[in-house]
């Protein structure tokens, strides 16, 4: 199967095996930078069975999501949800999750990281990566067959 973005890639990975399809930022279809991060968008890949990235800030107070700066408010009831994989935007976004039983991490151009349920997060062009979450394949053209998931613009083309 083959999928345009930038070039076409091609999966490889086993049917046997289940990855958790992880939509980044909500999208699951391509890149709509206008409802990303939005909780009704971030809703709407839930209920079509994704599991979703979200950007999370916090700033006076408060959780906020949004990628480049807090857009949309949010309360750690919203974030507590077992879909969500939380990227913390700033410190004290990390610091308060923490406190909270989120899913959550903290990377900015690091090769992996571990996030709190000790999944291994692995930067676009990584791959292979035994057991990671493969980011963003599409942009590598990473092989994915040994990953234990994908975050993807694209995660409704992972679908079997």
């Known amino acids: 199967m083959g999928i345009g973005y930038s070039g076409r890639f091609e999966l490889l990975f086993r049917k046997s095996q289940i ?4 939509s980044h930022r909500g999208n699951i279809n391509g890149r709509l930078s206008e409802y990303e991060n939005k909780p009704e968008y971030i809703e709407r890949a839930i209920k079509l069975g994704y599991d979703v990235e979200v ?9 906020w999501l949004g ?3 807090p857009q949309y408010k949010t309360d750690y009831k919203f974030l507590m949800n077992e879909r969500l994989w939380c990227h913390a935007k700033n410190i004290d976004a990390l610091i308060e999750m ?10 900015e151009t690091d090769m992996v990281t571990l996030t709190s349920k000790n999944y291994i997060w ?11 979450i493969a980011v963003l394949p599409e942009l590598e053209n990473d092989l994915v067959f040994d990953c234990k998931g994908i975050c993807s613009d694209y ?3 992972y679908k079997i």
């Open 98 to 107: 923490k406190k909270y039983a989120i899913h959550y991490f903290w990377h």
């Open 67 to 69: 990628h480049d700066e």
């Open 155 to 157: 995660i409704k083309h």
């Open 19 to 22: 990855m958790i399809l992880i």
């Open 55 to 63: 950007d999370v800030w916090f700033v006076d107070g408060e959780f």
């Open 122 to 132: 692995a930067y676009p062009g990584k791959q292979p990566i035994k057991g990671s």
